[in-house]
């Protein structure tokens, strides 16, 4: 958004037309323009950025992630090894 070319404006010719206008519009115009430049000033700022707060959550929620996937990996295990005890008693037929 900031490396979007503006033309800069022509300050003389802008209150040179404003001034063409009548006081109750040229008070309109003053005021309309002011809440331009406060509201291009305001897009502007820096954002804040995450906090340690959210730093610390994201790690915590990490963590927890890793033992539930810890845990699931033993169940897998856990599963291949009786899976592995099954067939192993299985009868087998050779030949055919």
Known sequence: MDTLPLPIPNVGETLT???ILSPAAQVA??????????????????????????FQLIITSMTEQAKATNALAEQ?????????????????????
């Open 17 to 19: 037309r404003i001034s």
């Open 76 to 96: 897998v295990e856990r599963v291949v090894e009786q899976n592995a005890t099954i067939i192993a008693r299985l009868p087998v037929a050779v030949g055919g």
């Open 29 to 54: 115009a003053v005021m309309t323009l002011g809440c331009i430049a406060v509201v291009w000033i305001w897009t502007r700022r820096p954002q804040p950025g995450p906090g340690s707060e959210t």
